[in-house]
């Protein structure tokens, strides 16, 4: 916690000061978390001050909260464009990040909880930067980000020099070495490819529902298996369902084998019934029996873009709407794909197949 509001003073986050006429300050709490690395071992006890955003009123204390963000798309194509090239991808760490975001606002937070001052208990922080849990913290990091970059490659580059150690003394930043372990993806370099997968996270779903003692089976689901409303069967608990298709949902980032399988259960999220949850349970067992599948990524794939798609007509047994299934790549490496129920209802085989080769062509756009 000590180190924390280190951070805070060491890159004027905030100043103390009088709290102005009808000021409503933000309340602070400190968030706790144990970070894990690759091998589910504890690498760090962190302490995170946080904002209490729900108190912030819109046009006031914020006004846009939008922040581009990577894709897991563009993700794999960087991994694909790497082991093509053979590049060694490595990873760094901007400490404390969100707090090199400035903000244009005038917002005012209180104290921390169990670091209030003695002499001015009754003053305000008032914020020069954002800090985690405020609504506009992630753009603002991403603007700041976005302009010291832009200056690097235009200064930079032009220099041959890449870039000086004065202008990364911007950001406090540690070097964490080859990328291996990387929003929950385990990835592994070698000079033949790189392979990415999710086993960490597969055991940590199995342990997480109980299910790491259950029977393997080869397939997530059986071909013959035709879900709908079974409004007769008996009802399960929707919040244990839901966070089972969620936890789902991230693993398909390696993948694709259960796309298919978890999007059509996910369509009974509403309403779960005994036959909607055994249905995910196979799934389970299924990643039981290949808990270590991933995407491999070979160096002598080419960066020639294809794309691939079909679709079942009228394979919803409720509303008789076809499913579109689409996946592209670059060379021989899988870099995206999807299974998505269509919006309309196709009156043949062949507009089926053409709506789901339309969107197959706008991912490929």
Sequence with gaps: MHEELENFERNHVWDLVEPPPNCRPIGTKWVFKNKQGEDGMVVRNKARLVAQDFCQKE?????????????????????????????????????????????????????????????????????????????????????????????????GFSRQDLVSVESWREFE????????????????????????????????????????????????????????????????????????IGSLLYLTATRPDIQFAICLCARYQASPRTSHRQAVKRIFRYLKFTPELGLWYSSGSS??????????HAGCRIDR???????????????????RKQASVSLSTTEAKYIAAASCCSQLL
């Design 59 to 155: 046009g006031i204390e914020y006004e846009e909260t939008f922040a581009p963000v990577a894709r897991l798309e563009a993700i794999r194509i960087l991994l694909t464009f790497a082991v093509s090239k053979g590049f060694k991808l490595q990873q760094m760490d901007v400490k404390s990040a969100f707090l090199n975001g400035f903000i244009e606002e005038e917002v005012y937070v209180r104290q921390p909880p169990g670091f209030e001052s003695a002499k001015f208990s009754d003053r305000v922080y008032k914020l020069r930067k954002a800090f985690y849990g405020l609504k506009q913290a992630l753009r603002a990091w991403y603007v700041r980000l976005k302009s010291f970059l832009l200056v690097w490659v235009c200064d």
């Design 173 to 244: 930043m540690s070097l964490m070495g080859e990328l291996q372990f990387f929003l929950g993806l385990q990835i592994k370099q070698a000079p033949e490819g790189t392979f990415v997968h999710q086993a960490k996270y597969t055991k940590d779903i199995l342990k997480k529902f109980d299910m790491g003692d259950s029977k393997p089976m080869t397939t997530p689901m059986s071909t013959n298996t035709a879900l709908d409303a079974d409004e007769d069967r008996e009802a399960v608990d929707q919040k244990e369902f839901r966070g089972m």
């Design 303 to 312: 960066l020639s873009l294809r794309g691939f798609s079909d679709a079942d």
């Design 321 to 339: 709407k076809s499913t579109s299934g689409t996946c592209q790549l670059l060379g021989i490496s899988l870099v995206s794909w999807s299974s």
